[in-house]
């Protein structure tokens, strides 16, 4: 049996999130939580792409919870909201019989056009989210998207890519920060594929679903990610933000000072959430 633990991804509202509730679960079902951090396999999007890492720097979950919560943090505003970022997935959705790679292609082509910071001040910031830079012992995969091709593109610890770039990479939010140059390529957020990419986890028996949004959130795709999910092949629990979760986010989950309130109100969540994964990772 291969376990998947799937982080979707989120902005810094999601990051804060999927941490608090993976301590929530520890702190009422600490052999579930153990299950989690072991997973065969950890798939990171975007937000998802930042917790998978810290997951593997050997921190416990109340330690990372804990980062969360400090007063001050390296994080900074990209002055974006998420208006904004969706009117470029409108944009590209009115491209006439094209496929889904040609409308990334396109939103790759508005993002790297766009003024944002530069490639070196984004990256430290990723660099201060991560308590380790080495690629964490158990599979872990990152996506993003090529910016040019709009193909998504998967990094793991063999695809020769620095861990904090591959991070950066996943987490680069076209708009609002700048496309993550690796090698002759750019790369983009792998959450304007999907938030989830539950085919990346399509070789495990079972996931959990870590999902920063409420599950009837708007898709600019076709298969929005509770569909996606609930086609996965193999047996799945996904944990959906719940109302007090979606409240703490604010209206742009891209702006830090949404961090504490979403990591506290995540932890609350795990709690809640803590029996029914216990008992999904028991059968």
């Given at each position: 049996?291969?376990?998947?633990?799937?982080?979707?991804?989120?902005?810094?509202?999601?990051?804060?999130?999927?941490?608090?509730?993976?301590?929530?679960?520890?702190?009422?079902?600490?052999?579930?939580?153990?299950?989690?951090?072991?997973?065969?396999?950890?798939?990171?999007?975007?937000?998802?792409?930042?917790?998978?890492?810290?997951?593997?720097?050997?921190?416990?979950?109340?330690?990372?919870?804990?980062?969360?919560?400090?007063?001050?943090?390296?994080?900074?505003?990209?002055?974006?909201?998420?208006?904004?970022?969706?009117?470029?997935f409108l944009s590209a959705l009115t491209i006439p019989d094209a496929t889904k790679?040609?409308?990334?292609?396109?939103?790759?082509?508005?993002?790297?056009?766009?003024?944002?910071?530069?490639?070196?001040?984004?990256?430290?910031?990723?660099?201060?989210?991560?308590?380790?830079?080495?690629?964490?012992?158990?599979?872990?995969?990152?996506?993003?998207?090529?910016?040019?091709?709009?193909?998504?593109?998967?990094?793991?610890?063999?695809?020769?890519?620095?861990?904090?770039?591959?991070?950066?990479?996943?987490?680069?939010?076209?708009?609002?920060?700048?496309?993550?140059?690796?090698?002759?390529?750019?790369?983009?957020?792998g959450g304007v594929a999907s938030s989830v990419n539950m085919a990346v986890a399509?070789?495990?028996?079972?996931?959990?679903?870590?999902?920063?949004?409420?599950?009837?959130?708007?898709?600019?795709?076709?298969?929005?990610?509770?569909?996606?999910?609930?086609?996965?092949?193999?047996?799945?629990?996904?944990?959906?933000?719940?109302?007090?979760?979606?409240?703490?986010?604010?209206?742009?989950?891209?702006?830090?000072?949404?961090?504490?309130?979403?990591?506290?109100?995540?932890?609350?969540?795990?709690?809640?959430?803590?029996?029914?994964?216990?008992?999904?990772?028991?059968?």
């Amino acid at each position: 049996m291969t376990r998947a633990l799937v982080l979707a991804g989120g902005g810094i509202a999601g990051i804060a999130w999927e941490t608090g509730v993976l301590a929530g679960i520890a702190d009422v079902a600490p052999a579930a939580a153990t299950a989690l951090l072991t997973a065969d396999v950890l798939v990171g999007t975007s937000a998802g792409a930042t917790v998978a890492a810290q997951l593997g720097s050997g921190l416990s979950p109340a330690e990372l919870f804990a980062r969360q919560l400090a007063a001050t943090s390296a994080e900074i505003d990209s002055g974006v909201d998420v208006d904004t970022i969706a009117g470029m997935f409108l944009s590209a959705l009115t491209i006439p019989d094209a496929t889904k790679a040609q409308r990334l292609a396109r939103i790759g082509e508005v993002a790297a056009a766009t003024p944002t910071v530069s490639e070196p001040v984004r990256r430290a910031v990723i660099a201060a989210r991560l308590p380790s830079h080495d690629w964490p012992a158990r599979t872990t995969r990152l996506t993003a998207v090529d910016v040019a091709s709009g193909e998504l593109v998967v990094f793991d610890a063999t695809s020769g890519v620095d861990l904090v770039d591959a991070v950066a990479a996943s987490c680069a939010v076209p708009g609002a920060w700048p496309p993550v140059t690796i090698g002759d390529r750019r790369y983009m957020d792998g959450g304007v594929a999907s938030s989830v990419n539950m085919a990346v986890a399509a070789d495990c028996d079972r996931a959990v679903v870590l999902v920063p949004s409420g599950a009837d959130a708007p898709s600019p795709w076709p298969v929005g990610t509770a569909a996606e999910i609930a086609a996965f092949d193999g047996a799945c629990a996904a944990v959906f933000a719940d109302a007090e979760a979606l409240a703490a986010f604010g209206t742009n989950p891209l702006n830090p000072a949404c961090r504490i309130p979403s990591a506290r109100a995540g932890r609350a969540q795990g709690r809640r959430e803590a029996a029914r994964i216990a008992e999904f990772l028991g059968g």
